[in-house]
């Protein structure tokens, strides 16, 4: 049994030339879309846990570093 990418390619290399552009177009969108999710889950990140790396604690743990 072929797994999805197997199944993807073959469907693509089965489409008219005019289709190309479009599909990768859609691919270079969803990859740019994966990339903007992961930018934004690390400033949430960020945003939660600065209350933490601000502590004087926090500097003086490091200080020495």
């Known amino acids: ?20 552009q479009e599909v990768l177009d859609f691919v270079q969108f ?10 934004e889950t690390a400033f949430l990140s960020e945003f ?3 209350k933490d790396w601000l502590k004087p604690e926090e500097d003086e743990a490091w200080q020495g570093l």
């Open 1 to 20: 049994m072929m797994d999805r990418k197997e199944t993807l390619i073959r469907e693509v290399e089965d489409l008219p030339t005019a289709f190309l």
């Open 30 to 39: 969803l990859k740019a879309k994966a990339t903007q999710e992961h930018l």
């Open 48 to 50: 939660a846990l600065r």
